[in-house]
């Protein structure tokens, strides 16, 4: 069946430190893969997406590319800031509509 | 501004009480979830529905009840055949079935059974 597995936390960075959050995932065919971040008492929002392999998903700074090879969707950012402290959820796209997440990393930066 | 609306966000409710958490969106989307989020576990599917007066069972949906009579509204029900029902619960929409659109989450509703 389908499912997602992203590397366990907490990850502890120090301000302007590169991050990678691993994410592999097993899938029939090849769903559209999704990163989500959440704020400590809130809910989840749309980080990047990509629909088709080797398609690169970006925002604020943040980037992951659908490897089908590796089935693999690993995110990525330069230098983080503090502002990024959050949860981080890896999420595939089930032919009913629905999303299966992984079990989530939180990250913290420290200035 | 359209969005997704949950209430209450905060939820104390007695062991054997039914309690009824309200989701509605304004987003005219056709496709409305549920999700339960556990620390540690990342978020897990009670119920979904894809169209008005119909709805297919997730993966965790025991103890757990939803109707949907209305596009914009989808409550869930957490009844007291739910053995362990303290958590945080998400509501998400999304325009359709499509392979490539994306969930939108409400703010979510955090119930504690005391």
């Known amino acids: 069946g389908n499912s997602v597995t992203q590397m366990e936390g907490p990850v502890t960075l120090s301000e302007e430190a590169f991050l990678t959050i691993n994410c592999t995932y097993t899938a029939t065919g090849y769903p559209s893969l999704f990163w989500y971040v959440q704020y400590p008492g809130e809910g989840l929002q749309l980080l990047l997406k990509?629909?088709?392999?080797?398609d690169k998903g970006s925002n604020k700074g943040f980037e992951a590319t659908y490897r089908k090879e590796t089935t693999s969707f690993h995110l990525e950012k330069g230098s983080v800031q503090v502002s990024d402290s959050a949860v981080y959820f890896c999420a595939l796209k089930r032919s009913q509509g629905n999303l299966i997440f992984g079990k989530g990393t939180k990250l913290s930066v420290k200035p | 501004d359209g969005g997704i609306t949950q209430s209450p966000k905060y939820l104390f409710r007695k062991e054997g009480q039914n309690v009824t958490l309200s989701c509605e969106q304004n987003?005219?989307?056709?496709?409305m979830y549920w999700y339960r989020q556990d620390p540690g576990q990342g978020l897990r599917l009670i119920y979904y529905?894809?169209?008005?007066?119909?709805?297919q069972k997730g993966d965790i949906a025991e103890g757990y009840s939803v109707s949907r009579e209305k596009k914009e509204s989808f409550p869930l029900t957490v009844t007291s055949a739910q053995k362990n029902p303290t958590a945080f619960y998400l509501c998400?929409?999304?325009?359709?079935?499509?392979?490539?659109?994306?969930?939108?989450f409400g703010e979510g509703s955090r119930l504690t059974v005391l």
């Open positions: 998400a929409s999304s325009p359709g079935q499509g392979p490539t659109g994306e969930l939108f």
């Open positions: 990509a629909t088709k392999a080797d």
């Open positions: 529905s894809q169209i008005v007066n119909d709805f």
């Open positions: 987003l005219n989307h056709d496709a």
